[in-house]
């Protein structure tokens, strides 16, 4: 099990860097599927259910999104602030961090249970969603109510893999995909409708951080979680948000502007078209979504290679990370989009086979069409927000994300209000286009006004770094040995 080595995992980085990309890529993409597979199939499944079922879930995905965007944020804060202080071999602190995690999630679900069930009704006034407003209700009410299981999950997720632990985490992230059985079986089989789609989720969830808490519980990893004599620590607690608050307002305010796209497309089309609106210009999405794992997965293992070149002084090892990852995610995404645009016809039908999709499965084939032209913009685009992280602009992120996304919904807004429905899509497309390429060329910019040798790198940096390298060292003396044998 050479992948899931965690020394291994750790010389290669200190390696080749186009190998080093490679090699974290793969774990990667296979955990961002897991989600992006699943959510297919949710909306394969709840599609079945007929437009007016598709719109109501649709609609109230981007309330779910946001609470997985602050589970997933801190996910990421776990994974960096505690691999830190393993690295420094700094256990206590390490264990502190994972303790805090927890707490600070569990009163994270409490918080957005109670500030999303509030905003319900206004999202449903907002959106004009009267027609299914019970459907709406069905589906979401499981997921705040039960987010607190999908918080814990991110955090501790993020612990593993702090430690190396992928594994198990791969183990944890095909757990959740348990709802590919039990929502057919919920929403077909049991005849529970949306509810059942989020009652899979619910319970596929659950089912996944029991077993993290098994793992935590019978000790078969390097960090203790333990909560005897916890006591809150400031210093720990602004260690973790100060990571986990800019990568999860980040998602969260992509998911929220979804709502306001949604606004526009029934302000737009919903006197004519109804609730089904949402479904029709929402549903072809759902691949662009699954195509998006490439630039996730191919950011992600951008990020450990370039900062430990960084901190190496080694800019020409950076440079190659960077070029390689930019070109070979294009490649990829490109020819994907290719195949996208030709077969849109097919791939919608997967989607539509009810009779109430019929008299505007055309529409949802020629949005799906444009919409191929933007996965290649969303890869390279989220490989740029990974390296602008890396180089440590977290808040520039934010801003970046927030400028993009008003200047999509403008254009978005004046295409639909000038040009008319499809119109919409297209500049919505346009507005991706000139943000993306913003972020690209801001990162260019950070990047080349970088001086390596003026960067910051504390003393204990410097001591995993020399760790790092020394492994990488005895890996190669070891390879030689072999060699010549």
């Given amino acids: 099990m050479e992948l899931f080595n965690r020394k291994n995992n750790v010389a290669v980085i200190a390696g080749d860097p186009r190998k080093a990309v490679i090699f974290l890529f793969w774990p990667l993409l296979l955990t961002f599927m897991v989600v992006a597979v699943n959510t297919y199939l949710d909306?394969?499944?709840?599609?079945?259910?007929?437009?007016?079922?598709?719109?109501?879930?649709?609609?109230?995905?981007?309330?779910?999104?946001?609470?997985?965007?602050?589970?997933?944020?801190?996910?990421?804060?776990?994974?960096?602030?505690?691999?830190?202080?393993?690295g420094d071999s700094n256990i206590k602190r390490a264990e502190s961090l994972a303790a805090h995690s927890i707490i600070i999630s569990l009163v994270l679900s409490l918080i957005?249970?109670?500030?999303?069930?509030?905003?319900?009704?206004?999202?449903?006034?907002?959106?004009?969603?009267?027609?299914?407003?019970?459907?709406?209700?069905?589906?979401?009410?499981?997921?705040?109510?039960?987010?607190?299981?999908?918080?814990?999950?991110?955090?501790?997720?993020?612990?593993?893999?702090?430690?190396?632990?992928?594994?198990?985490?791969?183990?944890?992230?095909?757990?959740?995909?348990?709802?590919?059985?039990?929502?057919?079986?919920?929403?077909?089989?049991?005849?529970?409708?949306?509810?059942?789609?989020?009652?899979?989720?619910?319970?596929?969830?659950?089912?996944?951080?029991?077993?993290?808490?098994?793992?935590?519980?019978?000790k078969k990893n390097s960090i203790n979680v333990s909560f005897r004599g916890f006591k809150p620590d400031l210093q720990v607690i602004k260690e973790l948000l100060f990571i986990s608050v800019p990568y999860g307002a980040q998602n969260s305010l992509r998911k929220l502007a979804g709502v306001v796209d949604k606004g526009i497309i029934m302000f737009i089309v919903g006197s004519t078209m109804g609730t089904a609106a949402i479904a029709v210009f929402s549903l072809p999405w759902t691949y662009v979504r699954v195509m998006e794992c490439l630039g996730l997965a191919f950011g992600?293992?951008?990020?450990?290679?370039?900062?430990?070149?960084?901190?190496?002084?080694?800019r020409a090892k950076a440079d190659a990370a960077i070029k390689f990852t930019a070109k070979i995610s294009m490649t990829v995404s490109l020819g994907l989009?290719?195949?996208?645009?030709?077969?849109?016809?097919?791939?919608?039908?997967?989607?539509?086979?009810?009779q109430s999709f019929e008299e505007n499965e055309e529409l949802m084939t020629q949005i799906l069409m444009i919409l191929a032209f933007v996965c290649p913009l969303y890869t390279i685009r989220d490989v740029a927000f990974n390296f602008l992280q890396t180089m440590r602009k977290n808040n520039l992120c934010v801003i970046i994300t927030f400028g993009q996304t008003i200047l999509k919904l403008f254009l978005m807004y004046i295409g639909g209000v000038m040009f008319g429905p499809l119109h919409m899509v297209i500049f919505n497309v346009i507005g991706q286009y000139i943000g993306g390429l913003f972020t690209c060329i801001l990162a260019q910019y950070y990047w080349r006004k970088m001086d390596l040798n003026k960067l910051e790198v504390t003393k204990r940096q410097e001591r995993v770094i020399k760790t790092l390298h020394e492994m990488n060292e005895n890996i190669e003396k070891e390879k030689e040995k072999t060699t010549k044998v």
Avoid at 161 to 183: H, K, P, Q, W, Y
Avoid at 300 to 314: F, Q, T
Avoid at 337 to 354: N, R
């Fill in 43 to 86: 909306s394969f499944w709840v599609a079945q259910l007929g437009v007016d079922a598709t719109s109501a879930v649709n609609a109230m995905t981007d309330i779910y999104g946001c609470i997985a965007a602050v589970g997933a944020g801190m996910g990421v804060a776990c994974a960096a602030a505690i691999s830190f202080h393993l």
């Fill in 112 to 218: 957005l249970g109670i500030l999303f069930y509030y905003l319900i009704d206004p999202f449903i006034e907002l959106l004009e969603l009267h027609d299914v407003r019970e459907m709406c209700y069905e589906y979401i009410m499981p997921l705040i109510w039960c987010n607190a299981a999908l918080l814990v999950n991110g955090a501790l997720c993020g612990v593993l893999r702090a430690e190396g632990a992928t594994f198990r985490t791969t183990i944890a992230s095909f757990l959740t995909m348990g709802s590919i059985v039990l929502n057919p079986l919920f929403i077909i089989e049991l005849n529970m409708g949306v509810a059942g789609a989020s009652w899979g989720t619910v319970v596929s969830t659950f089912i996944s951080t029991a077993y993290l808490v098994y793992v935590f519980k019978t």
């Fill in 300 to 314: 992600a293992a951008l990020i450990p290679v370039v900062s430990y070149n960084m901190g190496k002084r080694d």
């Fill in 337 to 354: 989009s290719v195949l996208i645009f030709f077969f849109a016809g097919p791939l919608m039908w997967i989607l539509t086979t009810d």
